[in-house]
């Protein structure tokens, strides 16, 4: 016999508790495949007096449930046009979309179409600028001291630079001219101090040693002449008879 059904002898009678009914399956824990669902209960119908029984079973019930298994991707909403290519003169632009509204299930489809676009823009005529030139640079080192030597400058073609149709700068880009024309010094050489003598080349008997000097002191120069004189000297040396 039931709780609800016992004949009650106490005074006053207990009241026990009895459940309500199971409320609604909750979601699905996957989103696809195998997952498990919940759905609880409450003993309040009703609620057990101080002096009854507590509902007897579970409060809580699970069972396995099935997701989709699948399910095909979707775009997301085209994002803004890039910057043109070009200010004029027919120039490119382009945008992208991600098929990521949802993104495909493993056995899900990906999303149909191109995920970029691209249009012509800016497409009205460049205005003709003609070249002109920039300031010269400054003149570079003279490549020679005297007797004539080269020096050069350059400019550049674009103060402005020449846009569409407009035409190129006239004249050169480039400017030579002769530097330090005047004719260089002659230099007369001149020797420079004689070296130690070396060792002499036996220790008895006469031998020899010499010494030499460089004529650099300084050196003949632009039609100079050579110094006068020789470069090496040689004299006799350990002349005493070796002891036989």
């Known amino acids: 016999m039931s709780q609800e059904a016992q004949t009650c002898t106490e005074e006053p009678c207990p009241v026990h508790g ?43 019930d699970d069972q396995i449930c099935l997701a989709n298994t699948y399910h095909d991707g979707d775009w997301s909403s085209w994002q803004a046009w890039g910057t043109c290519s070009r200010t ?8 992208s979309r991600s098929c990521d509204n949802p993104l495909p299930s493993i056995q899900g489809k990906y999303c149909q179409g191109e995920p ?31 007797n004539g030597g080269m020096q050069s400058r350059q400019r550049i073609c674009n103060n402005p630079k020449p846009s569409a149709d407009g035409d190129f700068c006239d004249g050169n880009a480039m400017n030579v001219r002769m530097c330090n024309q005047q ?31 460089h004529c650099n002191n300084p050196k003949p120069s632009f039609g100079g002449n050579f110094c006068d004189g020789i ?14």
């Open 231 to 244: 470069a090496s000297d040689v004299r006799m040396c350990y002349q005493q008879h070796c002891p036989r």
């Open 183 to 213: 004719h260089c010094p002659i230099t007369n050489g001149g020797w420079g101090s004689w070296t130690s003598w070396t060792s002499c080349s036996v220790s008895c008997n006469g031998g020899m040693q010499s010494r030499q000097r």
């Open 18 to 60: 009895a459940w309500a009914a199971w409320n609604t399956w909750g979601s699905c824990s996957a989103t696809c495949g195998i997952g498990l669902q919940r759905r609880d209960r409450s003993c309040s119908t009703p609620y057990p007096g101080p002096n009854g029984n507590h509902c007897f079973g579970d409060s809580r």
């Open 88 to 95: 004029c003169g027919d120039g490119i632009r382009s945008r």
């Open 116 to 146: 970029y676009q691209v249009e012509t823009c800016n497409m009205q005529s460049c205005p003709v600028t003609n070249g002109g030139w920039g300031s010269w640079t400054s003149w570079t080192s003279c490549t020679a001291s005297c």
